[in-house]
Structure formats: structure tokens, C-alpha cells
């Protein structure tokens, strides 16, 4: 059992940058799936960015370029990296684990991007 807890939001200017960081209760496994997602309002929730215990990363579209997720297997801790934040970027973010039996969520962090 895996417990996740967020943290880095907070209010940023358009352009600007942040790091959210996700810690593990437990050792990450290295096959277990990291993952990001966001949630604005009046939205669903999507999918921001994935990273593999093999450290394979996929990005959304509208993140790609402007967005790092990375890991810290001996911290036991995901990282997404935020630059040149537009106000769209606006919403609650999860991290996420998945390992061979299920999913673990994080309760979110909220990033808001505003001047």
C-alpha cells in the first residue's frame, strides 16, 4: 500500500515556473508507472505526463517542451518541472502511481497562473 502527497503549487505570473513534487510512503518499484495529471475546473481530469520505471516519459501535447516529469527512486519521489506557464496551465494536479495490482492518487495541489 502507497500513499502520495503532493507539493510545490501555488501562484505563479504567466511565463513563469514551478516544481511539484509527489513523495512516496514506500520504495518505488521498477515497474511502476509515474504519472501527473491535472484537473481545472469545470473539466475532466487529464493526463499530463508519464514516466516508467524505465524511465520512459510521455508528455501531453499542449505540455510538450514546456514541461520535465522526472524521479528520485532513493527519495522515493516524482518531480514535475513547470516552465513558461500560461493561464490555461490553471488547475489542481495529481500525481499518480501504478504498480502491478492497482493505482495510487495523491489529494492534489492546486498551481494557479494569473497576472
Known amino acids: 500500500q502507497v500513499q502520495l502527497v503532493e507539493s510545490g503549487g501555488g501562484l505563479v505570473q504567466p511565463g513563469g515556473s514551478l516544481r511539484l513534487s509527489c513523495a512516496a510512503s514506500?520504495?518505488?518499484?521498477?515497474?511502476?508507472?509515474l504519472g501527473w495529471y491535472r484537473q481545472a475546473p469545470g473539466k475532466q481530469r487529464e493526463l499530463v505526463a508519464t514516466?516508467?520505471?524505465?524511465?520512459?516519459?510521455n508528455y501531453a501535447d499542449s505540455v510538450k517542451g514546456r514541461f520535465t516529469i522526472s524521479r528520485d527512486n532513493s527519495k522515493r519521489t516524482s518531480y514535475l518541472q513547470m516552465n513558461s506557464l500560461k493561464p490555461e496551465d490553471t488547475a489542481v494536479y495529481y500525481c499518480?502511481?501504478?504498480?502491478?495490482?492497482?493505482?495510487?492518487w495523491g489529494q492534489g495541489t492546486q498551481v494557479t497562473v494569473s497576472s
Open positions: 514506500r520504495s518505488i518499484f521498477s515497474f511502476a508507472t
Open positions: 514516466i516508467t520505471g524505465g524511465f520512459s516519459t
Open positions: 499518480n502511481l501504478q504498480d502491478s495490482n492497482r493505482g495510487y
